[in-house]
């Protein structure tokens, strides 16, 4: 067996170069067949660890074959399952960087380049966003640990205005804070209140027929609450897109001296848009927010962040300390005070590059044109009898409804086309259940769609679902 331990230059160079050629063969391919059934992904992985290695070129052919019929092809184009973007060239090729610096982007000890690098970027994203001046920013592996860091926040700063200090005392004998969600808020918002202690604190507010929070309920939840106030917001509902009554909701809120936290995976991205930012109208006046990058800016995964518009706060909540961690000179950032990660990848490069290549102008129209490729996909489908749309198509979420044979079972026919969808690439999409109606969830975010990729989808959705009417359905 060679290794690289005793391999030359020339043979590193080879090994890198072929894993060059192969991503761009990748890249070029349709990448339209069907995932591989997870037995005969499992059979193909089986098998204890061998006691003699192989050389490097052996392993990743072996990774190649074995790995390629599992992979889910969420960067093409007509892919329109979950929220999930593809990944700029320039994003790509950063992330390839960032691994042959290997930078650990904990302190700027540890990389003086990464922890400069975040300071800019965070610099960048604040004010596309309209944020407070001053608002502190953290890079996370996605939108679940930034809802944790900016709820770590809004539980230290609540507390301690109630004369608490959660971090020295823990939560026993602590005021109880109420924290008001709206229904069908996030998963990813009640993991992070179930980590932070606050699972028996949550209390759901109702929403309206778009899944917004009810201003009506939350004034008649607030009515009756007293006590530390945490209010989580929506700037995208995960289904439907809709966005949260946000100067409402906070104007509400800190009248009660609370804190407002908004859960803002794709939809925080519309404000860096002059069209777009209409529809997160109030959006810097709550006090802490969480976003992906790795949906809609279209940066490899992972990549979240978290925003703190009190970054005492923000580090008071998760700062830490020990003697051999060197602290970052003459004020410079350490970005371990700003999330719960001490080692890390220096996520803040990638950041840095996609954002340096498209400006904030091509930060806008890629969400301007994700918006009306939406409305055109909804366009189409709505022409056809027997399909509904079921949402207000104000970003880029659209929801589709089809017409049922069998009231008892109304999830046979989406079962099917979700079923043609997905095998057949084109318009792959991904079920839900909307105020209690199986659902096709459809998300324009991938910064190569077209409007001929949206016509092809629309075609495909609307064949799917015609051949279902013309033959018997079975579960």
């Given at each position: 067996?060679?290794t ?6 020339t ?5 890198l ?8 063969n990748?890249?070029a ?12 992904l ?22 190649f074959t074995?790995?390629e ?14 929220v999930?973007?593809g990944a700029y ?7 390839w960087?960032?691994?042959v ?14 922890s400069v690098?975040?300071e ?12 407070p001046?001053?608002?502190?920013t ?15 926040a ?13 971090e020295r005392h ?15 808020c996030?998963t ?8 932070l202690?606050m699972a028996?604190?949550?209390?759901p507010?109702?929403?309206d027929?778009?899944g917004?929070?009810?201003i009506?309920a939350l004034e ?14 929506q ?14 909701i906070?104007?509400?809120a800190h009248?009660?001296?609370g804190?407002?936290h908004?859960?803002?995976?794709f ?5 860096a ?16 927010w969480?976003?992906?990058a ?6 490899p ?5 978290v925003?703190c ?7 008071a ?5 020990a003697?051999y961690?060197t ?8 970005p ?11 996520r803040?490069l990638v950041l840095?590059?996609?954002?340096r ?27 056809v ?9 104000v970003l ?15 999830s ?5 086309i ?10 792959w ?8 109606t199986?659902?096709l ?7 190569q ?9 629309a ?11 013309e033959?018997p359905?079975?579960?």
């Open positions: 067996m060679r690289l331990q005793s391999a030359s230059a043979d590193i160079d080879n090994l170069r072929a894993v060059c050629d192969y991503s761009i990748y890249l391919d349709d990448n339209s067949e069907r995932v591989t059934a997870r037995a005969e499992e059979a193909s992985f089986a098998g204890p660890l061998p006691d003699q290695g192989l050389d490097p070129w052996s392993v990743l052919g072996e990774l074995k790995g019929p599992g992979l889910l092809h969420s960067g093409a184009p007509t892919f329109l399952g979950f999930m973007g060239p320039v994003a790509i090729a950063t992330e960087v960032t691994s610096w290997d930078q650990c982007g904990a302190l700027y000890a540890t990389s003086p380049t990464a690098v975040e800019t970027v965070a610099r960048w994203l604040v004010d596309m966003f309209g944020l001046e001053g608002t502190s953290g890079i996370t592996s996605g939108c679940a640990m930034a809802n944790l860091s900016g709820l770590a809004a539980r230290h700063a609540v507390l301690a205005r109630a004369g608490w200090d959660v823990g939560l026993f004998g602590a005021p109880v804070p109420r924290v008001l969600v709206s229904r069908g996030h990813t918002v009640y993991r992070a209140l179930r980590l202690g028996g604190q949550i209390h507010v109702d929403v027929d778009q917004r929070m009810s009506p008649a939840t607030l009515a009756n609450t007293t006590g530390p106030l945490i209010v989580c917001g700037v995208g509902n995960v289904d439907s897109g809709s966005v949260d009554r946000l100067n409402i906070t104007e509400l009248a009660r001296d804190w407002v908004l859960d803002a995976a939809g925080m991205w519309a404000a848009s002059a069209t777009a930012r209409q529809h997160v109208e109030g959006l810097a006046s709550a006090d802490s969480a976003t992906d790795h949906k809609w800016l279209n940066v995964y992972d990549c979240g962040l925003f518009a009190d970054p005492e706060a923000h580090r909540a998760l700062r830490t300390t003697d961690l602290v970052a000179p003459d004020g410079a950032r350490d371990a005070d700003y999330t719960p990660d001490l080692s890390r990848r220096a803040g840095w590059s996609t954002l290549h498209l400006g904030t102008r091509g930060v806008a129209e890629l969400i301007d044109r994700c918006c009306s490729l939406a409305t055109r996909l909804a366009d189409q489908l709505v022409l009898d027997g399909i509904s749309i079921v949402n207000d198509v880029n979420q659209v929801l589709v409804v089809f017409d049922t044979d069998d009231p008892h079972d109304p046979i026919r989406l079962d099917h979700v079923e043609a969808l997905q095998r057949g690439g084109t318009g999409a991904s079920p839900t259940v909307w105020r209690g199986p659902t969830r459809l998300s324009v975010c991938n910064w769609t077209t409007a001929e990729d949206i016509d092809a989808c075609a495909a959705i609307i064949t799917a679902y015609t051949d279902t009417t033959r359905l079975v579960p």
